[in-house]
């Protein structure tokens, strides 16, 4: 640490930067403009930081299988998939965030849940994780979060002071840090954990009307983790064990599924809301919005080729279908940029040509040429033209939201009930019984003890104090007791 003042950040061509935290929005809760470069910068250098493994989401695996309507959504979505008894192929893929491709399973870090959906309008990907929440509410931040979580650029090893650094000057990240070093931070196998979309997303109908949604899918085969003791032997045990677990019990035909439900808000209830709901740092109370069952799915092939089907596979938030679109969550709206990008660099330009991301609709499109391209379409290659080129539809319209305001960056209008602490308050005194209280004190204990130091060690325990007095009185008696030798 040092007392001097630090340098200004800058772009790469030296040019100062005006926020590392929030991205140039129109207003406060407003949409990301396209024309801030430094953020866009940001993401597309991110994207290429590693050939040719996923920067994030590196080791996973997946698998087919089919998602069915059980309960008529018609009213509130017009995605024809979303009709009452339709039946749609699905490709899942599972994985853990922070490693890379030969890291072991059983680590404590969130677990990706990303589903596409090959429907007949087109290919839907849904892109979420076992957690409701995530750590950073603004794009600007997540590159940032992702260096913090990897491996320092001098020793090449992980370092958990930089992680806690990164948290204790995040305050936002505390309801995620809590959720990961809760139970739930290591799923038993990724069959026994459920899936969210955390995002909050766009619904329209037939007749016009316009919901805020969240996906929620429950396991059916029941919630189950590992103790931290566990998952360290398992790591030396089989450090494979989620992707073993999940192709043996499909091949077994044990075919596992989860039921979605949907979490809905009339579209005029965002605005006054106690506190944000497209802030990806917070759920929404089911006292509020109860769970409103949709659908199950379930995976009941496994792949026959890892590379092809696992590895070359891409999901992209920004393919959406008629019917469903983006909210104001910044997260959202900036991966709708990064993903496409980073697959362009990571498995080529015609990624959407590779089998697994093939949609199963028909494409019309004047995109052309390029590497590994091998379907172009036919004269003519431009629109507008004369000679029965494919033609825009002008009644497709997308689900959006009315926007004003002058160009700032800062973080989202204040509310309420918006303060950082609050529902990771609520989770450990509401939601944990005195033994998930014990292991989760046990649990942050144990990380910080993985060399931590003043004065990253003295913010971290502050940052429990404010989750709960009684949470960060006890991780500090563990932590000065381990000082003290006692």
């Known amino acids: 640490m040092s007392d001097q003042r630090p340098p200004v950040t800058t772009t790469d061509a030296g040019i100062p930067a005006a926020s590392d935290e929030h991205s140039l929005t129109a207003g406060p809760d407003g949409p990301i403009l396209l024309q801030d470069h430094y953020l866009i910068q940001k993401m597309a250098q991110f994207n290429r930081e590693r050939v040719p493994e996923r920067v994030v989401h590196a080791k996973g695996g997946g698998a087919h299988g089919f ?68 750590f950073v509410r603004d794009p600007q931040k997540f590159q940032d979060f992702i260096h913090s979580q990897k491996r320092r650029a001098d020793t090449h090893t992980r370092d958990n002071n930089m992680q806690w650094d990164f948290w204790s000057l995040s305050p936002e990240s505390a309801h995620q840090v809590t959720w990961l070093m809760g139970d739930r931070g290591i799923p038993r196998s990724w069959r026994q954990m459920n899936g969210y979309s955390s995002h909050t997303y766009l619904w329209q109908n037939a007749g016009g009307e316009r919901f805020w949604v969240k996906y929620h899918f429950k396991t059916d085969q029941g919630v189950q983790s590992l103790t931290d003791a566990e998952a360290k032997a398992m790591v030396a045990e089989d450090p494979d064990v989620h992707l073993r677990d999940l192709y043996q019990a499909i091949a077994r035909g044990e075919h596992p599924s989860w039921t979605l439900f949907m979490q809905i808000m009339p579209f005029d209830e965002a605005a006054d809301y106690r506190f944000n709901p497209f802030d990806l740092t917070k759920v929404w109370p089911h006292h509020d919005y109860p769970l409103v069952r949709v659908g199950r799915m379930v995976l009941d092939r496994n792949p026959e080729n890892y590379f092809a089907e696992v590895e070359q596979s891409a999901f992209e938030p920004s393919n959406m279908v008629p019917g469903i679109g983006p909210s104001p969550d910044k997260m959202l709206l900036g991966r709708l940029f990064s993903y496409p990008d980073t697959h362009r660099h990571r498995i080529g330009t015609n990624y959407l040509q590779l089998p697994i991301n093939q949609p199963k609709a028909q494409v019309h499109s004047y995109n052309r040429d390029g590497a590994m391209r091998y379907r172009n379409p036919a004269d003519p290659v431009y629109a507008p033209n004369s000679f029965g080129g494919p033609v825009a539809d002008p009644a497709v319209t997308e689900p959006g939201w009315a926007v004003a305001g002058e160009m700032v960056r800062a973080a989202y209008t204040k509310r309420r009930d918006d303060d950082d602490f609050i529902q990771p308050g609520m989770l450990y005194r509401q939601v944990m019984d005195d033994a998930a209280k014990a292991r989760l004190v046990t649990n942050i204990t144990n990380h910080l003890r993985g060399g931590v130091q003043p004065p990253v060690l003295d913010r971290a325990l502050e940052y429990w104090r404010q989750v709960d007095p009684d949470l960060g009185e006890r991780v500090a008696a563990r932590v000065r007791g381990d000082q003290t030798g006692s």
């Not at 899942?92 to 677990?111: I, M, W």
């Not at 990706?112 to 957690?131: M, R």
């Open 67 to 134: 998602f069915e309507v059980t309960d008529d959504a018609s009213p509130y979505c017009r995605a024809d998939f979303l009709g009452r008894g339709q039946r749609t192929e699905v490709f899942v893929r599972f994985s853990t965030v922070a490693g890379e491709l030969g890291s072991a399973d059983s680590v404590r870090d969130p677990r990706g849940f990303a589903i596409k959906f090959y429907t007949a309008q087109g290919n839907y990907d849904l892109v979420g994780n076992n957690t409701p929440v995530f």
